[in-house]
């Protein structure tokens, strides 16, 4: 009579876990909660199944299993029982702390840091990963067998490998041991731990599913914001198309009369003093103007072969005047052989906005240093760096610094830099912007042009 009824109540105990391992698995879909809930149960003092639990997962590409996670009787105490007095209604607990105390624990940093070949060379492997089969210690396996070493190493004496599967697809397995006490695992505990290792394949799959399905509407979203921030951005760059075009002629004619007006009027008196300003202004806003109108037109390429050092050439010496008004030393390292195929206007446009930008940089003087070679990443690749001693960008604005409109000067358009990386991007290259020393730094890379032999 006893033994009948130590039958049944470890029946009912079983079942019990069951149950409430099913509504534990349908508590949540994070990946990350599910792992630790379902290595917890099976080591729990309330399960009273295992003393330890490592969970392997499998890479789709390579085949390789990577080591989760690795849980022990000791780690596993922070797990609650919620609604322990309704049974159809229980389930397990834990909280972001006790998770990440497991993950603090050596033994999970030992599992965490191990990783197995799951090529089917190995009879474990072929066992549970390709049969999809619950091996155990009692199994003969190789001896010599890098998998079979390294699980040997992990595992105390009896240990049981569940496989994790999920329509027809292998995800991983569940190790489970006795180090402290050594007790054998039954075949009863065999059993448990396999509909165990059913139900977590199920609802790591699941969750795996969502993550999924949560990446591609996280992607959609930020795409369909590009999109409509694309299409406002379209909608004001054509109306400031079209109103710079309108103001360029009433500009120009209000410039050109106030230039006579300067012409005529005694060069200390007050309304010389105010034609100047008018005709300084004037010029400010034109320039404005056609940066505005630049970056609106669509850009076309007239692709020839474009050599970099005579660009960097013409660049200084068009900027030379204000170099040596600024009193700012200039040094241009080239290599002759450098070409690139694109539109050589719009790459010195480019190096000579930089340039001019670096001056601005140092009112009071400095140094601007311009290096072109080959990219030591990549020889296809010239790489330009364009840097200067005037102080550098603040960390906060490096990330803005192309955007359009983004400006920390006073009389900026902020369409500069925008303009630059236009350029770069369409001949297709890139920029990367950053500090270096007492300045700023600017890289420009762009594809060499492919000489045919």
């Given at each position: 009579?006893?033994?009948v009824r130590f039958t049944s109540e470890k029946q009912i105990h079983e079942l019990t876990i069951l149950y409430q391992f099913s509504n534990t698995m349908l508590s949540t879909i994070r990946l990350n909660t599910l792992t630790h809930l379902i290595l917890s149960i099976l080591t729990s003092e309330s399960s009273r199944l295992f003393e330890r639990a490592m969970l392997f997962l499998r890479n789709e590409n390579s085949g390789a299993l990577q080591g989760m996670l690795g849980?022990?009787?000791?780690?596993?105490?922070?797990?609650?029982?919620?609604?322990?007095?309704?049974?159809?209604?229980?389930?397990?607990?834990?909280?972001?702390?006790?998770?990440?105390?497991?993950?603090?624990?050596?033994?999970?940093?030992?599992?965490?840091?191990?990783?197995?070949?799951?090529?089917?060379?190995?009879?474990?492997?072929?066992?549970?990963?390709?049969?999809?089969?619950?091996?155990?210690?009692?199994?003969?396996?190789?001896?010599?067998?890098?998998?079979?070493?390294?699980?040997?190493?992990?595992?105390?004496?009896?240990?049981?490998?569940?496989?994790?599967?999920?329509?027809?697809?292998?995800?991983?397995?569940?190790?489970?041991?006795?180090?402290?006490?050594?007790?054998?695992?039954?075949?009863?505990?065999?059993?448990?731990?396999?509909?165990?290792?059913?139900?977590?394949?199920?609802?790591?799959?699941?969750?795996?599913?969502?993550?999924?399905?949560?990446?591609?509407?996280?992607?959609?979203?930020?795409?369909?914001?590009?999109?409509?921030?694309?299409?406002?951005?379209?909608?004001?760059?054509?109306?400031?198309?079209?109103?710079?075009?309108?103001?360029?002629?009433?500009?120009?004619?209000?410039?050109?009369?106030?230039?006579?007006?300067?012409?005529?009027?005694?060069?200390?008196?007050?309304?010389?003093?105010?034609?100047?300003?008018?005709?300084?202004?004037?010029?400010?806003?034109?320039?404005?103007?056609?940066?505005?109108?630049?970056?609106?037109?669509?850009?076309?390429?007239?692709?020839?072969?474009?050599?970099?050092?005579?660009?960097?050439?013409?660049?200084?010496?068009?900027?030379?005047?204000?170099?040596?008004?600024?009193?700012?030393?200039?040094?241009?390292?080239?290599?002759?052989?450098?070409?690139?195929?694109?539109?050589?206007?719009?790459?010195?446009?480019?190096?000579?906005?930089?340039?001019?930008?670096?001056?601005?940089?140092?009112?009071?003087?400095?140094?601007?240093?311009?290096?072109?070679?080959?990219?030591?990443?990549?020889?296809?690749?010239?790489?330009?760096?364009?840097?200067?001693?005037?102080?550098?960008?603040?960390?906060?604005?490096?990330?803005?610094?192309?955007?359009?409109?983004?400006?920390?000067?006073?009389?900026?358009?902020?369409?500069?830099?925008?303009?630059?990386?236009?350029?770069?991007?369409?001949?297709?290259?890139?920029?990367?912007?950053?500090?270096?020393?007492?300045?700023?730094?600017?890289?420009?890379?762009?594809?060499?042009?492919?000489?045919?032999?």
């Amino acid at each position: 009579m006893s033994l009948v009824r130590f039958t049944s109540e470890k029946q009912i105990h079983e079942l019990t876990i069951l149950y409430q391992f099913s509504n534990t698995m349908l508590s949540t879909i994070r990946l990350n909660t599910l792992t630790h809930l379902i290595l917890s149960i099976l080591t729990s003092e309330s399960s009273r199944l295992f003393e330890r639990a490592m969970l392997f997962l499998r890479n789709e590409n390579s085949g390789a299993l990577q080591g989760m996670l690795g849980v022990n009787s000791d780690t596993a105490r922070g797990l609650q029982i919620v609604n322990a007095e309704d049974v159809l209604a229980s389930r397990w607990e834990i909280s972001d702390e006790q998770m990440a105390l497991q993950r603090s624990d050596p033994f999970c940093q030992d599992v965490r840091s191990t990783r197995l070949d799951g090529t089917p060379d190995c009879s474990l492997i072929r066992s549970v990963i390709v049969g999809r089969r619950l091996y155990t210690s009692a199994d003969s396996r190789c001896q010599t067998c890098d998998v079979c070493r390294i699980i040997g190493r992990l595992c105390s004496g009896s240990f049981a490998i569940a496989p994790l599967v999920s329509r027809s697809r292998s995800l991983g397995f569940i190790i489970v041991d006795n180090p402290s006490s050594g007790d054998e695992i039954t075949r009863e505990e065999l059993h448990l731990l396999q509909l165990i290792a059913n139900q977590a394949g199920m609802a790591i799959e699941n969750s795996m599913l969502y993550n999924r399905v949560e990446d591609a509407h996280s992607s959609l979203r930020d795409a369909k914001e590009r999109l409509v921030h694309g299409e406002r951005l379209a909608a004001i760059g054509e109306m400031a198309a079209n109103l710079a075009h309108e103001l360029k002629n009433p500009l120009i004619t209000i410039g050109g009369f106030a230039g006579r007006l300067l012409k005529g009027l005694p060069t200390e008196s007050r309304e010389s003093h105010y034609a100047e300003t008018i005709v300084k202004e004037v010029g400010r806003l034109e320039k404005m103007l056609a940066e505005i109108l630049a970056f609106s037109r669509k850009p076309t390429i007239c692709y020839q072969s474009c050599n970099i050092a005579s660009i960097l050439k013409d660049c200084i010496e068009n900027c030379q005047a204000t170099l040596e008004d600024q009193s700012i030393l200039c040094s241009v390292t080239s290599e002759d052989d450098l070409s690139v195929l694109g539109d050589g206007h719009q790459l010195k446009q480019a190096f000579l906005n930089l340039m001019l930008n670096a001056c601005d940089a140092m009112p009071s003087g400095g140094r601007i240093g311009v290096v072109a070679s080959r990219s030591a990443l990549d020889k296809h690749s010239v790489r330009v760096i364009i840097r200067d001693s005037g102080g550098g960008i603040p960390v906060e604005m490096l990330p803005k610094i192309f955007n359009p409109f983004f400006t920390t000067k006073r009389h900026g358009t902020g369409l500069g830099l925008a303009i630059v990386n236009r350029i770069v991007t369409n001949h297709g290259g890139r920029i990367e912007a950053g500090n270096h020393g007492e300045g700023a730094e600017f890289t420009i890379i762009l594809p060499m042009e492919k000489r045919h032999t």
